[in-house]
């Protein structure tokens, strides 16, 4: 989600990115000619200040993503063993209505006379034969009636004990997930309030900083030989391509997953899933899950993962360019591959086999145009109050 802080090193055979030092503050002079920006801090330092934030920010979403995941796989448990537990108290039911005739039948032998004295007193040698067969058979079905009503309590009370903890389990899921949510709130209640004490020129400044970094960083990650494949993608992958590049111009939104915002992850796995491949929902489970490649190998529909953490995900969409939905204040759009510091490649279908024929999907006017890091003079919020949420 940050902009590229740090210059990326990149080998063809290495998928991971690595950071130089930072362009010196003096290298950018400060708008109206001053020294320093807001608070006496140059713009470098300010910019470091942002992505520091915002990468906050994201990692905190991520987090929040995984937990209302988990929150979405344990409502569905919930309510799987809570439909289990209703049938197996119904079964339970039907035991004891079973079991009740059964008491009632032994009753009625116990006050008159037992079947097995009419069978000795009967005269017809075959129908005591008959009543014989009768009284073996009453036998097993009183005793698959005890031992249904057994196996149905023993059931019932196993599934009531994991539908009490699944219950429990989803009450601290919910808790955490609350917690997680302000914890983002709060990064960018953080981010908001810088935005908000910076002018435009100074705003215009980070950006063009960020900008300069970015294309310096991306001119020496093709000068390494990566992103030097030119494989086509598989036809899940085009599907997941033409998705993503249908999605532009969205806003960004910290927990969204479509149709109309998104956050990073939330734009590669709905591009994934509408491609008819489903994949896991935040960057860092897509980073730990997936079949990784390496930078020279890139495909269009590729995950490009961001930050030793994993907290950032992109879209390959070839020629050195991804798909993403960057941060707050921007919009989905078209960005360098390094703009932000590549952590390595994933696939998420690598056993597809690349199209003989492909021709990319054409983009529409302004895809490139706009914020890579959200906080340029058009983002900003127009004062500390307003909402980037």
């Known amino acids: ?8 090193v990149c080998t063809a055979a290495l998928a991971a990115g690595t950071v130089l030092a930072p362009v010196p503050a003096a290298a950018v002079p400060e708008p109206g000619g001053g020294a320093a920006g807001a608070g006496g801090r140059s713009v470098a330092e300010l910019l470091t200040e942002l992505q520091t934030l915002y990468r906050e920010a994201e990692k905190a979403t991520e987090t929040y993503n995984a937990t209302e995941e988990r929150l979405k796989e344990q409502r569905a448990e919930t309510g799987r063993l809570e439909r289990a537990l209703a049938r197996t108290r119904l079964s339970l039911h039907d035991s004891r209505g079973a079991a009740g005739r059964l008491a009632r039948q032994q009753y009625q032998s116990v006050t008159g006379l037992s079947p097995y004295v009419r069978l000795l007193l009967a005269d017809d040698p075959r129908r005591a034969l008959d009543q014989g067969h009768v009284i073996g058979q009453l036998a097993r079905e009183r005793a698959e009636t005890v031992g249904r009503l057994t196996g149905d309590v ?11 903890k699944a219950l429990a389990d989803r009450a601290a899921l919910t808790e955490r997930s609350r917690t997680q949510r302000d914890e983002v709130r709060q990064r960018l209640d953080d981010v908001e309030e810088l935005l908000a004490s910076l002018s435009a020129e100074q705003l215009a400044a980070l950006a063009e900083l960020e900008r300069s970094r970015t294309d310096e960083a991306q001119e020496e990650l093709v000068a390494s030989g990566a992103l030097s494949g030119g494989t086509p993608p598989s036809a899940a992958g085009e599907r997941a391509v033409r998705y993503a590049v249908e999605q532009l111009g969205k806003p960004y939104e910290w927990g969204a997953e479509g149709p109309a915002a998104y956050d990073c992850s939330g734009l590669t796995s709905e591009a994934w899933g509408a491609a008819g491949t489903p994949v896991p929902r935040t960057s860092q489970e897509q980073w730990a899950r997936l079949e990784r490649v390496p930078l020279t190998e890139l495909r269009p529909g590729d995950l490009v993962v961001y930050f030793p953490e994993a907290t ?16 707050p204040g921007a919009r989905v759009k078209v960005s360098p591959v390094a703009a932000n510091p590549v952590l390595g490649a994933v696939r998420p279908d690598p056993d597809g086999r690349p199209l003989p024929r492909y021709v990319p999907p054409e983009l529409p006017e302004g895809a490139t145009e706009g914020s890579d890091t959200g906080y340029s003079a058009a983002y900003a919020p127009a004062a500390p109050e307003t909402s980037l949420r």
């Open 1 to 8: 989600m940050s902009g590229m802080l740090l210059r990326l």
């Open 154 to 164: 023993k059931e019932a009370r196993a599934l009531a004990r994991r539908a009490r």
């Open 312 to 327: 950032h995900v992109a879209l390959y969409l070839g020629d050195g360019r991804v798909v993403q939905a960057p941060r």
